[in-house]
């Protein structure tokens, strides 16, 4: 079975400030790991993803997250906040033996962006 | 390109009546999933088709649920009686196919109250 654990439901920054959202994952079988963004009022969409090969994946807006194995991990940074980032932050885990795509995502993060 | 389109955006019933949500997922698109997001559950999958066949349904919450896939460019999402409880934000998705490294598109949801 796979889980993912986002540390953290409410997290606040200030503009220009480092953006660091936490998730852990567990997965029996190697994980394809993603992030998604949820703007008010809108559907979600991807801001990276994770399958194989560079563990250090980049995606939109600035946004990079890191898959590290050992430590089970796959936290969101991003060097400088701004105002248009505020909103929720989805971490979702799937496995590369999935013939399906089910998405197992966490409980989500608000990012708070103070001026 | 249109994205995932979903009607209503707003739905508001009473206890008891039938509800039904509409997904127009991506042109070419073969895989649709069905979310369901609330505060205390986060997201939940509750049942996603592929070649407007229904795989795996083991996420819809009672026989109060049903789901259709018509044709490739259509699905709807039943609640027949409503309750309370229903009460949440449903996510349309699609995807090219199946499989882990396939990116879901979500629509912008259809959020109900039911009175």
């Known amino acids: 079975a796979q889980s993912v654990t986002q540390l953290g439901s409410h997290v606040s920054v200030s503009e220009g400030a480092l953006v660091l959202l936490r998730c852990n994952y567990s997965s029996s079988v190697p994980p394809y790991l993603f992030w998604y963004v949820q703007y008010p009022n809108q559907g979600l969409q991807l801001l990276l993803k994770y399958t194989t090969g560079a563990t250090l994946v980049k995606g939109i807006n600035g946004f990079e997250a890191e898959f590290k194995k050992s430590e089970t991990s796959f936290h969101l940074t991003k060097p400088s906040a701004h105002m248009s980032d505020a909103a929720e932050y989805f971490c979702a885990v799937t496995s590369y033996s999935s013939n399906t795509g089910k998405l197992i995502f966490g409980q989500g993060t608000t990012l708070q962006v103070k001026p | 390109d249109a994205g995932v389109i979903q009607s209503p955006r707003h739905e508001v019933t009473e206890m008891g009546q039938e509800v039904t949500l509409r997904c127009k997922p991506i042109?070419?698109?073969?895989?649709l999933f069905w979310y369901r997001q609330t505060m205390m559950r986060g997201l939940e999958l509750l049942i996603y088709?592929?070649?407007?066949?229904?795989?795996?349904d083991s996420g819809m919450p009672e026989d109060r649920f049903s789901a259709k896939m018509p044709n490739a460019s259509f699905s709807t999402l039943k609640i027949q009686p409503s309750e309370p409880r229903d009460s949440a934000v449903y996510f349309c998705?699609?995807?090219?196919?199946?499989?882990?490294?396939?990116?879901?598109?979500f629509g912008a949801g259809t959020r109900l109250s039911v009175l």
């Open positions: 042109s070419g698109h073969n895989s």
């Open positions: 998705a699609s995807s090219s196919d199946l499989g882990a490294k396939n990116i879901q598109y």
């Open positions: 088709f592929n070649n407007n066949v229904p795989i795996d």
